[in-house]
């Protein structure tokens, strides 16, 4: 069974810094893709960064390119998001998911198992 089990999140002002962290278990991520997603107030998830488990290949929304960094540890079977240079525009609830393969997948419905979340909230 598949667990993905964010944390880091909280409560920083502009121009502050997060780390957040996924945690994955229950299955083999050498050929998978992370991503970050992330959902403000409203029905959308938006794309975030992504990364490929095997070769480290990292891909970025322009809201967040320069600022926010992708990386992840084989070893403790984690992905994180270095977020930087926060706005208050970056407030939402953060998303970590998984998707079989080593494509570009910048689409919701393109992956396949989710964390339960963890909410960012930067203030002005």
């Known amino acids: 069974q598949v667990q993905l089990v964010e944390s880091g999140g909280g409560l920083v002002q502009t121009g502050g810094s997060l780390r957040l962290s996924c945690a994955a278990s229950?299955?083999?991520?050498?050929?998978?893709?992370m991503g970050w997603f992330r959902q403000a107030p409203g029905p959308e998830r938006e794309f975030v960064a992504a990364?490929?488990?095997?070769?480290?290949?990292?891909y970025y929304a322009n809201s967040v390119k320069g600022r926010f960094t992708i990386y992840r540890d084989n070893a403790k079977n984690t992905v994180y998001l270095q977020l930087n240079s926060l706005k208050p525009e970056d407030t939402a609830v953060y998303y970590c998911?998984?998707?079989?393969?080593?494509?570009?997948?910048?689409?919701?419905?393109?992956?396949?198992?989710w964390g339960q979340g963890t909410q960012v909230t930067v203030s002005s």
């Open positions: 229950g299955r083999t991520f050498s050929r998978y893709t």
């Open positions: 990364i490929r488990w095997t070769g480290g290949s990292t």
């Open positions: 998911a998984t998707v079989p393969g080593v494509g570009v997948f910048v689409r919701e419905y393109e992956y396949d198992y």
